[in-house]
């Protein structure tokens, strides 16, 4: 795993973004403005490509997953429930981490998104997977072995 910084024009940073995570798997992307408040400094966490799969699809993922609104329903009775200053178990933050995945997979915009990576990396931070994958690919492989094992 190593650190990327990138000074780029503020116009060009989806585009270096992107390229970065074609050429390695990476982390989320954090921006400053350099000094001159000209330009952005994108900071990066990657590591390699790795073949560590198997990464199954979505659908594979989630073929047995119970209904949105019922998984919707689980995650807040569960932390709802949760007696003042216990932690959650990681099965509640995988199966927040899955449910904001497939309501993000439902295309209903870019905070959707944005959210479920969010959910994926703490999932991943909870696991010490380190930065292996895509973040929400991590959550659909365990995802899928957690619930064929239950």
Not at 28 to 42: K, S
Not at 119 to 130: F, K, V
Request: glycine share 4%; aromatic share 8%.
């Amino acid at each position: 795993m190593f650190e990327i910084r990138i000074i780029c024009d503020p116009a060009d940073t989806d585009r270096v973004t992107d390229a970065l995570s074609q050429a390695f798997t990476v982390g989320p992307v954090r921006q400053h403005l350099t000094r001159d408040g000209e330009r952005l400094r994108l900071y990066v966490t990657a590591d390699h490509h790795s073949n560590t799969g198997p990464w199954p699809t979505a659908e594979e993922a989630y073929a047995l997953a119970p209904s949105v609104v019922s998984e919707i329903g689980w995650t807040a009775r569960t932390a709802a429930d949760k007696p003042f200053g216990t932690r959650l178990p990681r099965d509640f933050w995988l199966r927040k981490a899955a449910l904001l995945d497939r309501i993000a997979l439902q295309d209903v915009g870019d905070d959707a998104a944005e959210v479920a990576n969010e959910a994926a990396e703490r999932l991943m931070s909870l696991d010490d997977a380190g930065v292996i994958c895509d973040p929400r690919h991590y959550v659909r492989q365990q995802y899928a072995h957690w619930i064929n094992n239950q």
